[in-house]
């Protein structure tokens, strides 16, 4: 039994901390590694937590851009329905002519369309052009004689660009061939 314990003594005098000898010159040198290490380290920290912090504030700057990113237009639209409800408001309570309240849409249409404009959007002329599945949607196929197959003949909803991209396509009415059966014969 005391050997056990013999043993278990001198395990914890060899797991005990070792004594080197080292030089002075070689001690102040690991020394001064362990100062700029310890250094570099909060050095990582500070760069670490201004990182974080940046990446925080520009989410909080990105978040208020998009919020607020269509401010200026959301303006100008209650400006243009100040102006029509001012026309409603006008026709109703002094019984205009039809002709004159039409004279006042016609004037806030402009006014939008002046707007809409200034923005970036203009609208995709179809009428007479031929079918672009990129600009126009078909909603409605007609058979017709005089016009080339795939001219567009009518348009049903007008469609949008916002600088070059589409942002609603032209819904449209387009001429296709009349059908033929098998013995020649339109139908």
Request: glycine share 8%; proline share 0%; aromatic share 14%.
């Given at each position: 039994m005391e050997r056990v314990e013999d043993q278990k003594e001198s395990k914890s005098q060899t797991e005990e901390e070792k004594i080197i000898s080292l030089k002075e010159s070689e001690y102040?040198?690991?020394r001064e590694q362990a100062n700029k290490a310890n250094?570099?380290?909060d050095k990582i920290l500070r760069l670490q937590a201004d990182f974080e912090n940046t990446r925080k504030r520009l989410e909080r700057e990105r978040e208020d851009f998009?919020?607020?990113a269509n401010e200026s237009i959301i303006l100008e639209l209650l400006n243009i329905l100040d102006d029509l409800e001012r026309t409603v408001e006008l026709a109703q309570s002094q019984h205009q002519d039809i002709a004159s309240f039409l004279k006042g849409v016609e004037m806030i249409l402009a006014h939008l369309y002046?707007?809409?404009?200034k923005y970036g959007v203009r609208a995709i002329e179809?009428?007479?052009?031929?079918f672009d599945p990129?600009?126009?949607?078909a909603l409605m196929q007609l058979e017709c004689d005089g016009l080339p197959e795939h001219t567009i003949i009518e348009?049903?909803?007008?469609?949008?660009?916002?600088?070059?991209?589409v942002i609603r396509t032209t819904k449209?009415?387009?001429v296709v061939k009349k059908a033929v059966t098998e013995k020649g014969r339109v139908t």
């Open positions: 102040l040198e690991l250094q570099y380290w998009i919020k607020f002046e707007m809409l404009k179809a009428k007479g052009k031929l990129a600009y126009h949607e348009e049903l909803q007008k469609g949008y660009l916002l600088g070059d991209k449209v009415k387009v």
